[in-house]
């Protein structure tokens, strides 16, 4: 029996990148239930077809794909959303995960990695493929008593790194050669030390502190 179709709304004020993630998508599998150019668009539409993920361009004139997520939440709507970023968008990550996305994807992904961020966006994970650090690092400053108070070992970096590739327990487990329960009392403790409680929030403000 083959598995349930994940289905997308698209979000990019330009029709041929539209164009070609529809082709990309429908050939791994992936049902396009609309495309809009708009974040106005994309509430009306969604409200009368719902979808499993979103994926939305980060940057779109008038209402852009933070604004319009931040709109989605407002009215309770918990639809995942993954947007395709850039690595000039280092600026918004943090915008937009205060606002509620689930992941990042940058506009070069390959193929194989868009379709896998989608199947992870759309079972609950949260997605932060790896971005230039120096970016972040420069536009986003913790005051000094947003520091970890602790030291990190580096079992907790190793983990860190993982988690910033998009790595679920389970992956983090396998490729550490540790126990899922082990991963997840590591995870915790990181985010603890972080003082947040969101996987992506964490991996950036890693970032910018340099642990990672």
Excluded: W
């Excluded at 852009?64 to 309770?76: E, K, P, S, V, W």
């Excluded at 992941?103 to 070069?108: E, I, S």
């Excluded at 932060?128 to 108070?149: G, I, K, N, W």
């Amino acid at each position: 029996m083959s598995a349930t179709p994940v289905c997308v709304a698209l979000a990019d004020d330009q029709a041929l990148v539209r164009a070609g993630l529809r082709a990309l998508l429908e050939r791994q599998g992936i049902v396009i239930v609309f495309e809009v150019d708009s974040g106005t668009s994309l509430l009306e539409r969604i409200a009368a077809q719902p979808v499993d993920v979103v994926l939305s361009d980060i940057r779109m004139p008038g209402l852009d794909g933070i604004d319009a997520l931040t709109a989605l939440r407002a009215r309770g709507d918990t639809t995942p959303v993954l947007l395709l970023t850039t690595f000039d968008d280092s600026d918004l990550l943090l915008r937009a995960t205060d606002a509620g996305a689930q992941g990042f994807l940058l506009k070069d992904a390959a193929p194989e990695d868009l379709r896998d961020a989608i199947a992870r966006v759309a079972a609950g994970e949260t997605l932060l493929q790896p971005v230039s650090t120096e970016p972040v690092r420069a536009r986003y400053r913790f005051h000094d008593d947003q520091a970890p108070r602790e030291t990190f070992n580096e079992r907790e970096v190793a983990i860190l790194r993982l988690l910033a590739g998009g790595y679920s327990n389970k992956e983090i487990a396998r490729s550490l050669f540790l126990a899922e329960g082990t991963v997840k009392n590591y995870v915790s403790a990181i985010l603890d030390k972080l003082g947040t409680r969101d996987r992506t929030r964490a991996v950036l403000k890693a970032i910018t502190l340099r642990v990672i």
